[in-house]
């Protein structure tokens, strides 16, 4: 699994540090070390950014390490956090786009105030995210489209979603 | 041998909810070993048949004003002890089994079943023992039946019968008596997985857990005293 990522089905309220979370079947209680593993699987750090971002200045660096480790892997077993490189993707919540006539996309990001205009490629990258198609299939229908080297375009779409990721214009969804 | 009646759950006045059973002819023995039964399976009836709520698997007790210590835990914790305990001190019987909560007020729905009482709970209570029909004693009953009537003549509340504290008890020989707060996350996530129809509640299961577990601070008490347990409770709600 390289970028954890919570599922989307999974309800949850935070109560006083804690998360309460409800899958639709079961509830869970996730607690001190747990709820900080959980609010930092994001779909954008990888395994060791989670582990890294919640070990950050533990005085025994290797216990830690070995303990969020453990966490994670019993959240994905819980099966409350996936594949987030399987993920789809949507704009975020205030996110506004408008499209020009020869297909280019301008993004305004609300509360950042980031304002974007996408190249031809990373506009049409942003079509297919937004339609609800995850990263191998928005690489696919640009090679089927424009015949270009699969790799290349892999690498091209990689690149543009975590761009936007970073903006805070897209976040990952299953 | 047992009829079972129940009145309309949905906005019945708990005074008209009531059991019958006819004897038959049996012993007394079998006939309160049969009441016990025919209780619990009232209590599946009533779970079925509640209007959607909260509805935990907690006895609950009051004071005159609505004040109500609730008290959930798995079968075995000691939740009908402490409520007994707490009406012998003037508390008023909300229930020992179901204690349902409204998923908007977070009010309490009295479900005054008659209150079971285990085997190892019985010689605290040694005027609440089973009576034969001829006004003699029963021996050998594991699980006492107790009619409402035999608990206490406490008036109703005066008002909305309200959680003031959510306590998660915990029967553990040896312990002696402890009362630790919980956290809210805790306590919705407990009281959830002691809730039945959950899913029919009409808002997510966590907004409604959440909001009971704000607004009663929650305590997970461990005891094998039952008086000094009984003081605890009574200062929560002090």
């Known amino acids: ?174 | 041998m047992f009829r079972a009646v129940l009145a309309d759950w949905d906005g019945t006045p708990a005074a008209s909810r009531r059991v019958e059973v006819a004897p038959g002819d049996c012993s007394d023995h079998a006939f309160h070993v049969g009441l016990s039964i025919a209780v619990s399976r009232l209590n599946l009836v009533v779970t079925a048949s509640a209007s959607p709520g909260l509805m935990l698997h907690a006895g609950a007790a009051a004071r005159p004003d609505g004040a109500a210590v609730v008290l959930c835990g798995e079968s075995g914790s000691g939740k009908s002890t402490l409520t007994a305990g707490l009406v012998a001190r003037g508390w008023y019987y909300v229930t020992d089994e179901i204690t349902w909560i409204d998923p908007v007020t977070t009010e309490l729905r009295a479900y005054r079943k008659p209150l079971s009482l285990k085997i190892g709970s019985q010689p605290l209570f040694p005027a609440l023992a089973p009576v034969a029909r001829d006004g003699g004693s029963v021996s050998g009953v594991a699980n006492w039946t107790v009619a409402v009537d035999r608990l206490e003549h406490a008036a109703p509340p005066t008002g909305s019968l309200h959680p003031v504290a959510l306590v998660f008890p915990t029967y553990r020989a040896g312990a002696g008596v402890s009362l630790e707060p919980m956290g809210p996350a805790e306590a919705a996530w407990r009281a959830g997985t002691q809730s039945s129809r959950l899913r029919d509640l009409e808002e997510p299961v966590v907004d409604v857990l959440a909001r009971v577990a704000r607004r009663a601070p929650a305590w997970q008490l461990v005891h094998d005293d039952h008086a000094r347990a009984l003081d605890l409770l009574e200062e929560l709600a002090a």
């Open chain 1, 1 to 174: 699994m390289s970028r954890p990522l919570v599922r989307r089905r999974c309800e949850q309220r935070e109560l006083a540090g804690a998360f309460l979370l409800d899958d639709g079947v079961n509830l869970h209680l996730l607690d001190g070390v747990a709820a900080e593993v959980w609010r930092s699987v994001d779909g954008r750090r990888d395994r060791d950014g989670v582990v890294g971002a919640v070990c950050d200045g533990a005085p025994d660096l290797v216990a830690a390490t070995r303990e969020v480790a453990a966490f994670l892997d019993r959240l994905v077993d819980a099966d409350l956090v996936g594949d987030g490189d399987a993920g789809r993707f949507e704009p975020t919540a205030g996110t506004g786009w408008v499209e020009s006539d020869d297909g280019g996309v301008a993004l305004a990001v609300y509360g950042s105030g980031e304002r974007l205009v996408l190249s031809p490629g990373a506009s049409a990258v942003w079509e297919l995210a937004v339609s609800g198609l995850a990263e191998a299939e928005i690489a696919s229908a640009l090679h089927s489209e424009t015949g270009a080297d699969a790799h290349v375009l892999g690498d091209l779409v990689a690149q543009v979603v975590l761009e936007l990721l970073d903006v805070g214009a897209l976040r990952r969804v299953w």
